[in-house]
T-cell receptor
Framework: EAQVTQNPRYLITVTGKKLTVTCSQN?????MSWYRQDPGLGLRQIYY???????DKGDVPEGYKVSRKEKRNFPLILESPSPNQTSLYFC???????????????FGPGTRLLVL | KQEVTQIPAALSVPEGENLVLNCSFT??????LQWFRQDPGKGLTSLLL?????REQTSGRLNASLDKSSGRSTLYIAASQPGDSATYLC??????????FGTGTRLQVTL
């Protein structure tokens, strides 16, 4: 079964305490990305990766880091979380071959983060 | 910068009604437009994908149209059911496969 998994699903932490949200996919997809969802703002892209060792910034990368050492994993790292990073986070993935116009993306179940 | 708008923000209809959700986008240079469904506590599920060269797509009771030149899409849901209650998100795919989302329409179908 095609799956995108995220861990943890829920997390409460304090300002400044480093944390990592993991994302893993079993579809051998090249492309992975992270989004955050906030009320009234919709989903916004944080970072994306076209393949192993290839990452780039999305629209709201400040305060986040990512790495792509293996095709299946794309962790999101918050080195020093702040309250404005309280949000619902989604990992997404899609594969090639095929033109971009035919791509649909698969989303993980989300990670709800509260930073106090 | 691409902006996606969805109207209405919320909608409540009785079971059995047909309904239309609207989506507009500012930059017509898109690869495709997708409609997603989001249930509380769950991720996003892709409902329909319309390639930029297409005008519409259908899946069961769902029909989505795309007018790229005017920057508009509609999602038509026929004979709505309580199980259709969810938030519906419209998203366009741009450069580097980035999705730009609207803020969604929260649909409630009542018995």
């Amino acid at each position: 079964e095609a799956q995108v998994t995220q861990n943890p699903r829920y997390l409460i932490t304090v300002t400044g305490k480093k944390l990592t949200v993991t994302c893993s996919q079993n579809m051998n997809h090249e492309y992975m990305s992270w989004y955050r969802q906030d009320p009234g703002l919709g989903l916004r892209q944080i970072y994306y990766s076209m393949n192993v060792e290839v990452t780039d910034k999305g629209d709201v990368p400040e305060g986040y880091k990512v790495s792509r050492k293996e095709k299946r994993n794309f962790p999101l790292i918050l080195e020093s979380p702040s309250p404005n990073q309280t949000s619902l986070y989604f990992c997404a993935t899609h594969g090639r071959p095929g033109p971009i116009s035919q791509e649909t993306q698969y989303f993980g179940p989300g990670t709800r983060l509260l930073v106090l | 910068k691409q902006e996606v708008t969805q109207i209405p923000a919320a909608l409540s209809v009785p079971e059995g009604e047909n309904l239309v959700l609207n989506c507009s986008f500012t930059d017509s240079a898109i690869y495709n437009l997708q409609w997603f469904r989001q249930d509380p506590g769950k991720g996003l599920t892709s409902l329909l994908l319309i390639q930029s060269s297409q005008r519409e797509q259908t899946s069961g009771r769902l029909n989505a149209s795309l007018d790229k030149s005017s920057g508009r899409s509609t999602l038509y849901i026929a004979a709505s059911q309580p199980g259709d209650s969810a938030t519906y998100l419209c998203a366009v795919t741009g450069t580097a496969s980035k999705l730009t989302f609207g803020t969604g329409t929260r649909l409630q179908v009542t018995l």
